[in-house]
């Protein structure tokens, strides 16, 4: 059970490139989310999609875009990357936003340039 | 309190030391209450998810407690072993958010 899948795992980029994160889950979960991770900030919440067919911002969405491609599927975008950046994506994954556990992918270390 | 806040942010024990560390929240609209476990180079494995007050949650040594009306839940660890070496994570959903915001966790390092 591969659980929730997060490609690439390593990519370095030069500022004002444009890539996308890949994040797929087979869990059958409604619930998807991607995160970053800095030293000292814990995770933050950059957008989430509560169901198929719906997203929202969280707390730093500035300069991101995600699409939730299917029920599987949830794509995160940098369009103009920037060093600000830099960080470690995590993507999640759950059936019920509160009273069931997040399922997380391995992660996604970006560093732009 | 607005966010979620958790104490110490950094433990040092030793072998068979027991500890605990506390997660602070929102009490208001509070809806559940997450603990993850955080190992190095990996990413968060959930422990538990806790929505009623008063509730009590164990996994071997390890167990969480939850106090809704005043806004805290404490981890235990029982008879710490080297492997409980992680980052342990508390989340929160409620409040005037609906969406589960973290903590900055508390980093328990345990010395053999």
């Known amino acids: 059970n591969a659980g929730v899948t997060q490609t690439p ?5 030069k500022t004002g490139q444009s890539m996308t994160l890949q994040c797929a889950q087979d869990m059958n979960h409604n619930s998807m989310y991607w995160y970053r991770q800095d030293p000292g900030m814990g995770l ?24 939730r491609l299917n029920k599987r599927e949830f794509s995160l975008r ?15 994954s759950t ?9 997380f992918g391995d992660g996604t270390r970006l560093s732009i340039l | ?36 476990r955080w190992e190095t180079a990996k990413s968060p494995e959930a422990l ?13 040594r390890i ?5 809704t009306k005043e806004g805290y839940s404490y981890l235990y660890i029982k008879g710490s072993q080297p492997e ?15 969406k589960l915001i973290f903590g900055t966790g508390t980093l328990l390092a345990v010395q053999p």
């Open chain 1, 78 to 92: 940098l369009e103009s990357a920037a060093p600000s950046q830099t960080s470690v994506y995590f993507c999640a």
């Open chain 2, 84 to 98: 409980d070496s992680a980052t342990y994570l508390c989340a929160s959903l409620g409040g005037a958010t609906n």
């Open chain 2, 1 to 36: 309190i607005l966010n979620v806040e958790q104490s110490p942010q950094s433990l040092h024990v030793q072998e068979g030391d027991s500890t605990n560390f506390t997660c602070s929240f929102p009490s208001s609209n509070f809806y559940a209450l997450h603990w993850y």
């Open chain 1, 95 to 103: 059936l019920d936003r509160g009273h069931q556990p997040q399922h």
């Open chain 1, 9 to 13: 795992k390593f990519q370095v980029l």
């Open chain 2, 48 to 60: 538990f998810v806790m929505t009623l007050n008063g509730d009590e949650k164990k996994k071997g």
């Open chain 2, 63 to 67: 167990s969480a407690t939850l106090n």
């Open chain 1, 44 to 67: 933050r919440l950059i957008y989430y999609s509560a169901s198929e067919g719906t997203t929202d911002k969280g707390e730093v969405p500035n300069g991101y875009n995600v699409s």
